[in-house]
């Protein structure tokens, strides 16, 4: 039920490490600013005590009544403000036990969800190598042919979702992603060499990136890529599909634009990036595009996806890198 | 004229169903197959008879193959070690290459891309083993079996890459190796290095090598091509 879920709900609600971290952080600005609140509070209503005690002495009220008074009144402050500090003691230790055990559950299930769908490579790699092997065995054509080629079709669907699973994971547990300087138009060029639609569709790729140097990780440009290129085939109509590759310098970055022609997504612009966010088709688990962006801001770059009238464009805005220098 | 012998490849990997299938597939390819499921049945396969290339999973179920390809590194120098492995993340990666391994390869695999990066893997290998070791190159002597250099008394250790692009320069003595040729044989696909990566091994390697790393006379750049290393060497002082 991925779907159902929301950007802040549940196990990849983006408590990453590093937000965690930040939310650490906070928490303890958090409980010093009210200690801080707590003790001005107490200082000063003792103050005011203390000069009414000495107004009603000048106004001639009897030492003895002005005294208790005075001990009356300090004794209301320190059991109002014990209690005040023991309820916010008290809050915190339960708001810090609550989020040690959310953080723990959410570890073990990633822990879980990274395990289970890192086990499955191994049985998809056998599933994709005997498919293959009965593919040579059956020549196009012949009876059972097509069946061996849904399987094909089936185990690369299974792969790229499986893939995206662990990457997400991966990211959101705060995985590294190391960068280092990449000929963007060599990696476009490479990736593309080997990429298949993993539905039997007809996909014209027109490849216009430029050799570019850019600061990225080659294997999440390849995530990247694989992941918009999927998006365009599964959620676009448009026959021939057409996918435009293109690299421009802007400013001093070098920003890779991919584009399709397809109709556009069916998903409000503003939700575009966000985690688990699907439009009203059934396609996808909408994690591609998220990780699209949080993939580009882990490399210091940032994503843009611009949905329009004749398709669906993201622009990959890089750092820029001199390859030769 | 007499055949090639086909190349022997050790397989280790505890999936039955995939070690089988693998198997079967590269025996077809005419390879010859060696199957281990495990550290303690690769061992005793590597002691009866060397392999030319070692495909190794690193999940194994009595150790990790990274070990394997550490004692296959120093017991077993002339034989490629390519991982197979389910473990895709960058660290893993990188701990893989850095252990001297000639590729990473990630599963699922596509079997066509398994075999190119196979093939070229013994090609290097063969490459190499053309290269004396130890051997002298400039003011050092290089031993490349251990990953180290030996220079007036004073041994330094040598990066299982560097040793590879001092080996790949070495055995084309006295030609110039081009930057495209040197990026293909001495890094993985998957790396994307850049020129600039090269250069920085380069730098490296003279330091080690020249009498003055900042007037080389052994490694030599070819500007816009690549590098050479000179084929008679200035004799060392």
């Keep these: 039920m991925l779907s159902g879920m929301n950007q802040n709900s549940g196990f990849f609600s983006g408590t990453t490490q590093v937000t965690a971290r930040r939310l650490m952080v906070l928490q303890a600005a958090w409980l010093v600013f009210l200690f801080g609140l707590g003790i001005w509070w107490v200082s000063l209503m003792l103050e005011q005590a203390g000069r009414i005690a000495t107004l009603e002495q000048a106004a001639g009220v009897a030492p003895g009544a002005a005294q208790e008074q005075w001990m009356r009144t300090e004794r209301m402050l320190f059991w109002e403000g014990g209690t005040f500090f023991g309820a916010l003691i008290l809050s915190l230790i339960l708001l810090g036990g609550l989020h040690w055990r959310d953080s723990r559950r959410a570890q073990s299930l990633r822990n879980f969800f990274t395990s289970v769908t890192h086990e499955l490579r191994t049985p998809l790699a056998s599933l994709r190598l005997e498919a293959e092997g009965l593919s040579e065995l059956v020549p196009p054509g012949a009876p059972g042919r097509t069946l061996i080629d ?16 662990l990457e997400l994971a991966r990211v959101e547990g705060g995985g590294e992603v190391l960068t280092q300087p990449v000929d963007v138009g060599s990696l476009v060029a490479d990736f593309l060499r080997t990429w298949h639609p993993t539905i039997q569709r007809t996909v014209q790729i027109e490849n216009l990136a430029g050799h570019l140097g850019v600061l990225a990780s080659p294997a999440g440009l390849q995530t990247i890529l694989r992941n918009l290129l999927e998006n365009s085939v599964r959620h676009t109509e448009a026959t021939p599909l057409v996918i435009r590759l293109r690299t421009d310098t802007v400013g001093d970055r070098v920003q890779l634009t991919v584009a399709d022609n ?11 990036g966000a985690l688990f966010a699907r439009g009203d088709t059934s396609r996808g688990a909408g994690v591609g595009l998220y990780l699209t962006a949080q993939l580009m801001r882990r490399m210091g770059g940032e994503a843009c996806f611009q949905p329009g009238p004749t398709g669906f464009e993201t622009r990959l805005l890089f750092r820029s890198e001199d390859l030769h220098a | 004229m007499p055949e090639t012998p086909e190349p022997s490849i050790l397989l280790v990997e505890d999936d039955p169903n995939l070690g089988s299938t693998l198997s079967e597939r590269l025996a077809n390819s005419r390879y010859r197959v060696r199957w281990a499921r495990s550290l303690r049945e690769s061992r005793r396969e590597l002691s009866l008879e060397p392999v030319a290339l070692a495909l190794v999973d690193v999940g194994l179920p009595d150790g990790s193959g990274f070990t394997l390809a550490e004692e296959i590194g120093r017991q077993h120098p002339a034989t490629a070690v390519v991982f197979l492995t389910a473990r895709g993340e960058p ?8 252990l001297g391994a000639e590729d990473y390869v990630v599963k699922p695999f596509h079997f066509e891309e398994l075999m190119l990066r196979i093939e070229n893997s013994l090609r290097r290998r063969r490459h190499w083993a053309s290269v004396a070791d130890p051997l002298r190159i400039g003011q050092a002597t290089v031993h490349f079996a251990e990953l180290k250099t030996l220079r007036d008394g004073t041994v330094t250790p040598l990066s299982p890459r560097e040793a590879s692009l001092l080996r790949l320069l070495a055995a084309q003595r006295g030609r110039v190796v081009h930057r495209d040729e040197i990026l293909d044989e001495v890094w993985s696909r998957d790396e994307y290095p850049t020129p600039r990566t090269v250069d920085n091994f380069i730098m490296r390697l003279r330091r080690l090598v020249e009498a003055d790393p900042e007037r080389p006379e052994v490694i030599r750049t070819i500007r816009g091509v690549g590098y050479q290393i000179v084929s008679d060497p200035p004799a060392p002082d």
Aim: aromatic residues 0%; positive net charge; glycine residues 6%.
């Design chain 1, 150 to 165: 849904r399987m094909l079709e089936d185990s690369a669907r299974l792969e790229s979702q499986v893939e995206r699973a």
């Design chain 1, 262 to 272: 397809g109709a556009p997504r069916t998903l409000p612009p503003r939700n575009l």
């Design chain 2, 91 to 98: 660290h893993h990666r990188v701990h893989g290459l850095e």
